[in-house]
């Protein structure tokens, strides 16, 4: 741990946001489909409004997505602004997986979207496939050394 990184206090990147239509859809394709562990799913009280806070995550790992609902009644304007920019669009999230051309194939079968077949490059294989709400993601293998 560097000085700075030390005085300062950040351990890791924790959280990142995926805006979602549905919840339970969201819960069942992240979950269900892609077989990550639902780490945190609770009912809060914002504002006088009830909110939903869901994370889920790849099992073995600490990085967390929390699937962010497109409508609550207690987003704010700018929230809701930056929500609506957010839902369907490329993450530039990026998924690892050992065989990119398996991942895709067993992604497929379970009836997820690709976006794009895979492509080789100098660092690795990649191929982009959608949640049920037009969010892209990257399926990465990385290139043998």
Not at 5 to 25: A, T
Not at 73 to 91: M, P
């Amino acid at each position: 741990m560097s000085s700075v990184q030390h005085q300062i206090g950040i351990e890791s990147l924790d959280i990142v946001p995926i805006v979602v239509d549905d919840i339970e859809e969201a819960i069942d394709f992240y979950a269900g489909t892609l077989g990550f562990e639902v780490r945190m799913d609770q009912a809060f009280e914002m504002a006088g409004a009830t909110g939903h806070w869901v994370t889920v995550g790849v099992p073995g790992q600490d990085l967390q997505i929390t699937l962010m609902p497109a409508e609550e009644a207690y987003y704010d304007e700018a929230a809701r602004a930056f929500v609506d920019s957010r839902l369907g669009t490329q993450t530039y999230y990026t998924f690892r997986t050992a065989d990119c051309e398996e991942s895709v194939a067993a992604l497929r079968d379970a009836g997820v979207e690709v976006i794009r077949e895979p492509m080789e490059y100098p660092w690795g294989t990649e191929a982009m496939v959608a949640d049920p709400f037009g969010n892209e993601f990257a399926v990465f293998e990385y290139a043998e050394k």
